[in-house]
């Protein structure tokens, strides 16, 4: 994760983003931190980025790249107000011990591409390119499957898709989407593969509801989606709701603050 030092809404590179409509910052560093606290007392362990002056948007940390088995494939940002980060993500996680392969292609990280299993969901549309799912494919040695946005209001893959459990344990692989996010053939696609896939409604998926992060057990997710916890708790899983209004001002959630580094 990256504290909120710096975010604030200074430009527009999203729908949801208004510079006119400002960050209340003392509530959104207390939405971050109880977000923060919320994992670890569920046992996970934080670490956190150096954050950057004039990077407002280096909070979503999801974005710095795609960690799968101790191998990173980097992020080359689509805009240039957010190039910087880059940089700043490869070389922390080339500290920690993670050997980082350096895009050629317009991609970011786990915005748009997400681990399930052994391959990769990887959106395309409106930020990563789509030589960019052929390269993660290289690079990780995994699987990708393409899939197109076309709503620019779900603008990146991680939120029109949450993963609730990554099928690496005992359970298989399970998703929730919203599908209105996607091109008709990626439907297809989505449905054929995830045939028992909890459908999210439009006005769940429009509080960032598919922001989420799973453990497999909890999933922590926007408060406001209440539809989608109900879904959740129907198939077993336990809801941890918080609210990140403040972020909603920038197009993100907790799924975008949050950087897994799946083992
Ligand atoms: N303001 C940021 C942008 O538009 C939000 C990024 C949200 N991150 C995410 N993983 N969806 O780039």
């Known amino acids: 994760m990256c504290e909120p030092t710096h975010f604030e809404v200074t430009y527009a590179i999203n729908p949801w983003m208004d510079p006119t409509n400002p960050v209340n910052v003392d509530r959104a560093r207390l939405q971050w931190e109880v977000l923060r606290n919320t994992y670890l007392s569920l046992g996970h362990r934080v670490d956190l980025i150096e954050p950057m002056p004039g990077q407002p948007d280096m909070v979503f940390a999801a974005n710095g790249g795609l960690v799968v088995g101790g191998r990173a494939y980097g992020a080359r940002f689509r805009f240039p107000e957010r190039a910087a980060e880059g940089q700043a993500y490869a070389s922390w996680l080339i500290r920690s011990g993670v050997t980082v392969a350096e895009p050629t292609h317009t991609n970011e990280g786990e915005g748009d591409f997400l681990a399930l299993g052994s391959m990769i969901l990887a959106g ?9 799912h052929i390269e993660a494919a290289e690079a990780l040695d995994r699987p990708v499957v393409s899939l197109e946005l076309v709503d620019p209001r779900f603008y990146h893959l991680d939120v029109a898709i949450a993963v609730l459990d990554d099928g690496n344990g005992d359970a298989p692989a399970e998703i929730a989407y919203y ?22 409604s439009e ?18 997710l926007p408060a ?40």
Not at 182 to 200: E, G, M, N, W, Y
Not at 203 to 220: K, M, P, Q
């Open 124 to 132: 395309t549309g409106f930020r990563t390119s789509l030589a960019a």
């Open 179 to 200: 599908p209105g996010a996607f091109s008709k053939h990626s439907q297809r696609t989505l449905r054929d593969l995830f045939p028992d896939a909890v459908i999210c």
């Open 203 to 220: 006005a769940d998926a429009r509080v960032l509801g598919l922001n989420a992060v799973s453990d497999g057990l909890h999933v922590v």
């Open 224 to 263: 406001a989606a209440t539809g989608l916890a109900a879904s959740l708790t129907a198939r077993g899983y336990t809801p941890v709701p918080v609210d990140l209004g403040e972020y909603m001002k920038s197009g993100g959630s907790v799924k975008c603050c949050t950087m897994e580094l799946h083992r």
